[in-house]
């Protein structure tokens, strides 16, 4: 029994259309202009107990609107939704009780005062018992090494820490359920990896179900089996990462290593050249033809090492997003 479920979510936008020029901006005080922005479009899903699901897509493609709605913070213009047997936007505090959402663009802690006065403002509203907010506190600070900044104002913490504090505040309740947006935004490579370590041990540690959202193919490599592609309010593809590469991936990479200087030129003949350093070059070729292409390049140039490859990830992930290898 999945612990979520989506079906045909609709969430349309009322959005104000303006006219240009000041004359259209004094008719449109009069007469209003709507049209609908489709945010999510029709989006069907499924998620079982104890997932960790990258939910990726480019910019504005409904990704935190959905996250919004699973979380009850908006109603949606059609389809339904069941998080763990609840309708989120009924807003049963049994649910409140049993979920969070971190958004990684916003904060949620209390600016001028240190985190611990969050944390403890959370505890009050989910009325998580004493002897469980101490354990849960002190297990979550010991894994985020926070121990030394608790007291200090969040406005004096740097973003990396303040995110491991906003992870403590969403998690002090011990949710079931975790809708990360963005969760490593704009931290540094160090610390982003820290982020990673932590919700992949405590996924695996609570079994708990984590939908994540991030814009870096790390993160999604790192911690997701299971990724939902969406864009422009509509599903792309739902299913394992390993699929992606066997579905959308239609090419294939020869890297070769040259004994002398060979022409780029020449190279353009065998398939799209991608990088050229010599000795060292990076040739993208049709799937179907890469080893005829292979035997090509050890005929003809002097080819000191030679290797084929899977494209990366990231460069599928933006064929998958422009459309170009949906055909
Ligand atoms: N309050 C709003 N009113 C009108 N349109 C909105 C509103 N919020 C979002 N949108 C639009 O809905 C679409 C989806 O936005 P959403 O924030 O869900 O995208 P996203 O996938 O989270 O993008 P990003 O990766 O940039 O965070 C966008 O076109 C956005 O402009
Ligand atoms: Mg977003």
Redesign the pocket.
């Known amino acids: 029994m999945p612990v979520i479920q989506v079906q045909n979510l609709k969430?349309y936008?009322?959005?104000h259309q303006k006219e240009p020029g000041l004359s259209g901006s004094i008719r449109s005080l009069f007469s209003r202009k709507y049209y609908d922005?489709?945010?999510?479009d029709g989006v069907s899903f499924d998620i079982g107990e104890g997932e960790l699901v990258g939910f990726i897509?480019?910019?504005?493609?409904?990704?935190?609107?959905?996250?919004?709605v699973l979380s009850g913070l908006l109603y949606p213009t059609s389809g339904t939704v069941s998080v763990l047997g609840f309708t989120p936007w009924d807003r049963k505090p049994e649910f409140q009780k049993q979920f969070s959402l971190v958004m990684g663009?916003k904060n949620q802690l209390w600016w001028d005062l240190p985190a611990m006065e969050s944390f403890i403002l959370n505890k009050e509203i989910y009325e998580v018992p004493d002897a469980q907010f101490k354990q849960t506190l002190d297990e979550l600070v010991e894994l985020l090494e926070v121990k030394d900044f608790l007291k200090v104002q969040v406005r004096k913490l740097s973003l990396g820490q303040r995110m491991k504090m906003e992870l403590i505040a969403a998690l002090i309740h011990s949710p079931r359920i975790l809708f990360l947006?963005?969760p490593t935004i704009g931290l540094d490579v160090v610390m982003q990896k820290k982020m990673r370590d932590f919700i992949k041990e405590y996924n695996q540690r609570f079994n708990s179900t984590i939908i994540l959202?991030s814009?870096y193919m790390d993160d999604v490599k790192e911690l997701c089996e299971r990724v939902i592609i969406?864009d422009?309010?509509r599903l792309l593809f739902d299913g394992a990462l390993a699929e992606i590469i066997k579905k959308f991936a239609n090419h294939k990479l020869l890297t070769a290593v040259f004994s002398e200087e060979v022409n780029r030129e020449d190279l353009e003949k065998i398939g799209q050249v991608k990088e050229f350093d010599y000795p060292r070059a990076v040739i993208s070729v049709k799937r179907t033809v890469a080893s005829q292409a292979a035997a090509q390049l050890l005929q003809n140039f002097p080819v000191a090492d030679l290797n084929i490859e899977e494209p990366q990830i990231e460069d599928i992930i933006r064929e998958v997003f422009t459309g170009k290898d949906l055909a």
């Open positions: 969430k936008y009322k959005v922005a489709k945010a999510v897509g480019p910019n504005g493609a409904g990704k935190t609107t959905t996250l919004k663009q947006d963005e959202t814009h969406i422009k309010g």
